[in-house]
């Protein structure tokens, strides 16, 4: 009778067999309806990361506010507050889409809060313009905060309603709180503009006086 044939596969599984008889060790659970538990120093599980949608003209300048902010995650311009599906960045330039160019901003909440980011907001944008933002005018341009739900709604008011109250503060304050609806990524080349294109960038922030009307603005506070 000829010698019997194991496949590889079967040696494999009796040698494992024999191995973790001898040594005592469980068989691994990989694949089956039980994992093992995290070994020890695993990182742990992220925070949850929650969202805030910010307008304040063009949004190559509110990326770099916020990205600057100790917490926030990730920013994206996009567009929001419109009527059309997916639009272009010529469609919303041109101001028949009813779009503001808007900023996406993922926060750890743990790190910054809600009311600390509408500071930031603030001190970057024009509060007394209904026209636009700085040298960009236009429905696209305008100032808004769009919020997500109702806490973020009670903070966004309670926030104008200070700066109403305060007198040092600008006035009149035009910018509207909005709800959020459909938020549209911009196109690629506007992502991380100020970074991709910092000469290009910095002649433009400088030549539509953004810095400047900040600083008459807000002073110290300027963002």
């Known amino acids: 009778m000829p010698p019997v044939l194991l496949r590889p596969s079967i040696l494999v599984a009796l040698l494992c067999a024999a191995v973790a008889a001898l040594s005592g060790c469980a068989p691994s659970s990989a694949g089956g309806a039980e994992a093992s538990a995290p070994a ?24 770099q506010a916020f990205d600057g902010v100790e917490g926030v995650r990730a920013t994206t311009s996009g567009y929001t507050g419109g009527t059309v599906v997916n639009p272009s960045y010529r469609q919303v330039s041109a101001g028949s889409t009813g779009h503001y160019e808007a900023v996406r901003v993922r926060f750890d909440p743990s790190v910054v809060s809600y009311a600390e980011l509408l500071d930031v907001f603030w001190h970057n ?21 769009f919020y997500r739900d109702e806490n973020q709604r009670q903070l966004a008011e309670a926030s104008k309603a200070a700066l109403v109250a305060d007198p040092q503060a600008p006035s009149p304050i035009v910018t509207e709180i909005l709800r959020a609806g459909p938020f549209y990524e911009a196109e690629d080349y506007h992502q991380d503009y ?3 294109n910092p000469l290009r960038y910095r002649y433009y922030k400088t030549a539509c006086g953004r810095a400047a009307r900040l600083e ?5 506070k300027a963002g």
Do not use: M, N
């Not at 008459?216 to 110290?220: D, H, N």
């Open 40 to 63: 020890a120093g695993a990182l742990p599980e992220p925070q949850q990361i929650e969202t805030a949608i910010f307008a304040a003209g063009c949004f190559w300048c509110v990326e």
């Open 125 to 145: 944008v024009d509060p007394t313009d209904a026209r636009g933002q700085f040298c960009d005018k236009g429905p696209s341009y305008l100032g808004a905060i």
């Open 194 to 196: 100020y970074r991709k």
């Open 216 to 220: 008459e603005l807000w002073g110290p």
